[in-house]
């Protein structure tokens, strides 16, 4: 590590922490190709015709249309607001109106086309009414502050577009003990975080300093590459402009893919992330220079996220560049915003050379994960050989950063066997190309693996809805048993009261009480029964009755009578 | 505009089989022209029959299984195959011996299990072996080192059998060092008195050490140039260095130095060409150590009590059965996955 003069050390801070760095395993050194694209500074591209911005830019769950064709929209409007929990808001990149609210071509490894709101922009670049800026943060409590980044729309900036309110938000379960600010580019040709370092590093510190304030985490990092100099200078400058001390740079070795969040965590810290696990989990949030930068711009400023700097690079480029481009700008108007194609242009990629994916059509829209657009020519990338069998040569084992055994692996997603992919880890595979790229056999490794995971996840989802309709099922049987049951459980009952019934004819002492009941019944019958027509007789009448009445008396009770 | 699909990682690539074989064969040419040196041209028509057959095989395999032909005799595998067999075999022998040899280890170990990446067995010792069991004579005619027929008799006894005038296949050919050793142990001599005949050179077999030393020279360049990677060669030597240490310290007459076992027979050659056949050999970091540990102890073991001069052949092929356990039990620990 460098001991440069920018590191400032205070008592209560562990001072071997950052003392030296680690290494993860494997891991590439590559041509970086960086330079390419940093000749000239970071320029703006301007406003297109056309907006097209989808609705998914981020990861988790598509945000929900809030207008429809024919409404006016003024810059920094919500279009979109987030749905569910993890999600994030689209906002309008520039005023105009919405055209159409309809699926178009997306950036996406699979080519197909995705839901996304279309504006023709009127050009006057008409900003909403915004709210207030809230310049005193550190006065304000985390949850305003986070619920402002939520609102601005703000995904890591860095490429995998995690919402960063819902990243933040994870320090609610877990103390913070350091915030890592990635400065390392991910990949070859890729510079734009080099240049935000060097032209904006007080709008990120500042970004840091808010984060901060969220995370109240003992330490900060901010970690650059090994070659960017330039870069190094700026955010030191800016770090010690603030006087924090609790906020150091860190210069890391270029090796790829350094700039993945686990392997920088690796290297700076010597701690893992766990398998399934967040960085969060161990007490580390990991936050994208860009992404400071858009939180910055958020709480200070009040915009929401509606632009990002991308790369424009590659050979296919006339002129390479780094851009502020509004989201939702095509692709083909940024490239042309750099002078447009070379003759020879063979394809287009979104992302660098290792992890980024070909699109078939330059009319995708720039997104919130858009950082760097590679066009480039056959003579720099021709067209992979074909595929040789496997010689088990172990090259992909030995630059594997996630410590896999890629040609076992291979093996089994080759023949499908995906119970025995996932004993061999397939889900921890970053996806990252080094085993790819070492290929002697030049098998297109990754794809095999994306492919094998796409699998899991269909028979994963296929298992569930089997597990819905089976316990339906049972359900089902369990109640039909229940019914039957208790229906049984009547019949028993009610034939045990027959029974018992039976039984008290049999007995000789119920039966005796019985016919005592009944004959006391019986007398007080004929007790109530009042004789009618009895006023004004004669004696002889009333004598009459009277003998009529004993002989009565004496045919009903003999019994009686004899006593 | 429209573009074409590529999957990812985009950047050109670096390697190929073809260069790791090539490079491979490049290792090889050191010791071979050494061997030939030392017992004659016999070596090199063994190189040239076993690669002749080889390609002659695989191409033939690869037409009746519908595979394509060219592309993948390209790859150079089934040349390194006969390369490493021919080399192998003693110089006087038969010319059917390569031939046969070859076809069995390229037509069954290697096409029949479903070609290159798919042999369980190095096809080069598969074929070996067989050659060995079936035909243990014709694999003894090793010539007395510098002391070959030229060229032109050296072929006229592999293809028809005939010797020059006054010329006996007894008096020509004479038992490696690793077989004399064994005859003469079992006949009660001590290490120092077979010593005296001369078999030996300076600190391995006499001519064996010079061809050790230059195979040893071809692998440590493909060391450097990342064709083979330190675990097998390092265990293996290790391992049957080790052994010998210890049995030669229990009793030098009785055993032979770790020295002479490195430089004699076919050690070398076992260790960076043989052993390390990445498609038969164990695949992880560790368990390369353990297979090739297990290679080197094998040999030794069958070199110093089996019933064959040379083990390294048997050794190989028993620790290729091992290698699928043994990568099993050796995956490296994950990322993120316990330990800090």
């Given at each position: 590590m460098d001991q440069g003069s920018n590191i400032y050390v205070t008592p209560e801070v562990d001072t071997d922490r950052f003392g030296h760095l680690h290494r993860f395993h494997g891991g590439l050194v590559l041509a970086g190709h960086h330079e390419l694209s940093m000749v000239?500074?970071?320029?703006?591209?301007?406003?297109?015709?056309?907006?097209v911005l989808p609705l998914q830019q981020h990861i988790g769950e598509t945000a929900e249309c809030l207008v429809k064709p024919g409404d006016h929209v003024y810059k920094g409007q919500l279009l979109a607001r987030a749905r569910g929990n993890v999600s994030a808001p689209v906002h309008a990149s520039s005023s105009g109106t919405v055209v159409a609210v309809e699926d178009r071509p997306y950036p996406h490894p699979s080519g197909i086309d995705n839901p996304a709101i279309v504006i023709e922009t009127d050009g006057r670049d008409e900003a909403a009414d915004s709210g207030n800026p809230m310049i005193a943060y550190h006065q304000m409590d985390r949850s305003r502050l986070l619920e402002r980044i939520r609102q601005s729309g703000i995904v890591g900036l860095g490429g995998a577009g995690f919402p960063t309110e819902v990243k933040l938000g994870s320090s609610t379960y877990h103390a913070i003990d350091l915030l890592v600010i990635n400065g390392v580019e991910c990949e070859p040709y890729i510079s734009c975080d080099n240049l935000l370092m060097q032209e904006r590093a007080g709008e990120?510190?500042?970004?840091?300093?808010?984060?901060?304030?969220?995370?109240?985490?003992?330490?900060?990092?901010?970690?650059?590459?090994?070659?960017?100099?330039?870069?190094?200078?700026?955010?030191?400058?800016?770090?010690?402009?603030?006087?924090?001390?609790?906020?150091?740079?860190?210069?890391?070795?270029?090796?790829?893919?350094?700039?993945?969040?686990?392997?920088?965590?690796?290297?700076?810290?010597?701690?893992?992330?766990?398998?399934?696990?967040?960085?969060?989990?161990?007490?580390?949030i990991c936050q994208n220079v860009g992404t400071a930068a858009a939180v910055y711009r958020a709480v200070i400023q009040n915009r929401p996220l509606i632009s990002r700097i991308v790369t424009v690079t590659g050979t296919g480029v006339v002129q390479p560049r780094n851009m502020e481009v509004l989201l939702g700008t095509s692709f083909a108007f940024a490239i042309d915003a750099c002078g447009g194609y070379t003759n020879d242009v063979d394809r287009l990629l979104m992302g660098g050379p290792m992890m980024g994916f070909a699109v078939h059509t330059d009319s995708v829209p720039v997104i919130k994960t858009?950082?760097?657009?590679?066009?480039?020519?056959?003579?720099?990338?021709?067209?992979?050989?074909?595929?040789?069998?496997?010689?088990?040569?172990?090259?992909c084992t030995s630059v594997c950063p996630a410590d896999l055994l890629p040609q076992q692996l291979y093996w089994y997603a080759r023949s499908g066997n995906l119970d025995a992919a996932q004993d061999y880890h397939l889900f921890d595979c970053i996806e990252c190309g080094c085993c790819a790229y070492v290929c002697p056999s030049h098998i297109p490794l990754v794809q095999y693996y994306r492919h094998a995971k796409e699998e899991v996840w269909v028979q994963e989802k296929q298992k569930k809805a089997a597990d819905i309709a089976r316990r339906r099922h049972a359900a089902r049987l369990e109640r039909l048993e229940r019914i039957q049951r208790e229906r049984a459980a009547r019949h028993t009952r009610?034939?045990?009261?027959?029974?018992?019934?039976?039984?008290?004819?049999?007995?000789?002492?119920?039966?005796a009480i019985q016919a005592a009941l009944e004959r006391v019944r019986r007398k007080k019958e004929l007790a109530d029964i009042a004789p009618q027509n009895v006023e004004?007789?004669?004696?002889?009448?009333?004598?009459?009755?009277?003998?009529?009445d004993a002989r009565r008396q004496k045919q009903s009770s003999p019994g009686e009578a004899d006593n | 505009m429209d573009f074409k699909i590529y999957s990812s990682p985009h950047l050109p690539v670096t390697d190929n089989v073809p260069?790791?074989?090539?490079?491979?064969?490049?290792?090889?040419?050191?010791?071979t022209v050494c061997a030939a040196w030392v017992f004659g041209p016999g070596i090199l028509v063994n190189v040239l029959l076993a690669s002749i057959t080889a390609i002659a095989a695989e191409a033939g395999m690869l037409y009746l299984r519908n595979k394509p032909v060219v592309t993948t005799l390209f790859d150079g595998s089934a040349l390194l195959t006969g390369v490493l067999l021919g080399a192998a075999l003693p110089p006087l022998t038969p010319w059917w011996i390569p031939v046969t040899g070859c076809l069995f280890a390229i037509v069954v170990a290697k096409q029949l299990y479903g070609g290159i990446g798919y042999n369980p067995f190095n096809p080069a010792m598969a074929g070996f072996v067989v050659l060995i069991i079936s035909f243990p004579f014709e694999l003894t005619l090793w010539s007395a080192p510098h002391q070959s027929l030229g060229l032109l008799d050296t072929l006229r006894l592999m293809f028809m059998n005939t010797l020059p005038d006054g010329m006996t296949l007894d008096a020509l050919t004479m038992a490696t060092p690793m077989d004399n050793i064994k005859t003469h142990l079992g006949l009660n001599e001590t290490i120092t008195e077979i010593r005296g005949t001369g078999l030996f050179g300076n600190f391995g077999g006499s001519g064996w050490e010079a061809i050790n030393l230059w195979f040893l020279l071809g692998g440590l360049w493909l060391l450097k140039t990342r064709v083979i990677q330190w675990q097998i060669p390092v265990s293996m030597l290790g391992a049957m260095s080790c052994m010998a240490l210890v049995f030669y310290l229990s009793n030098p007459d009785t055993y032979t130095s770790p020295v002479f076992q490195l430089f004699s027979g076919a050690t070398m050659l076992g260790a960076f060409f043989i052993a390390t056949d990445p498609v038969s050999a164990s695949t992880t970091p560790r368990g390369r150590i353990i297979y090739g540990a297990g290679i080197g102890m094998l040999t030794y073991l069958i070199r110093t009590w089996g019933g064959f001069p040379e083990g390294i052949a048997f050794a190989v092929l028993l620790m290729n059965m091992a290698a699928p356990t043994i990568d099993y039990y050796t995956q490296p620990r994950v990322f993120g996955q316990g330990g800090d």
């Open positions: 000239l500074p970071i320029s703006n591209a301007g406003i297109p015709p056309l907006l990120i510190l500042e970004g840091v300093r808010i984060l901060q304030h969220i995370l109240q985490p003992r330490d900060c990092v901010i970690a650059v590459e090994d070659h960017m100099p330039a870069a190094e200078a700026a955010m030191r400058a800016a770090v010690s402009a603030t006087t924090d001390s609790r906020i150091e740079v860190i210069r890391v070795p270029a090796i790829y893919p350094t700039g993945g969040e686990r392997q920088l965590i690796r290297v700076v810290t010597g701690r893992e992330v766990p398998s399934q696990g967040l960085p969060a989990d161990i007490g580390i858009s950082n760097c657009i590679l066009a480039v020519t056959r003579t720099e990338m021709p067209p992979p050989p074909p595929a040789l069998p496997c010689i088990r040569c172990g090259k009610k034939k045990e009261t027959l029974a018992a019934a039976g039984n008290d004819r049999e007995d000789p002492k119920k039966a004004g007789l004669t004696p002889e009448q009333e004598r009459k009755i009277r003998e009529v | 260069v790791m074989m090539q490079r491979v064969l490049i290792a090889m040419v050191p010791g």
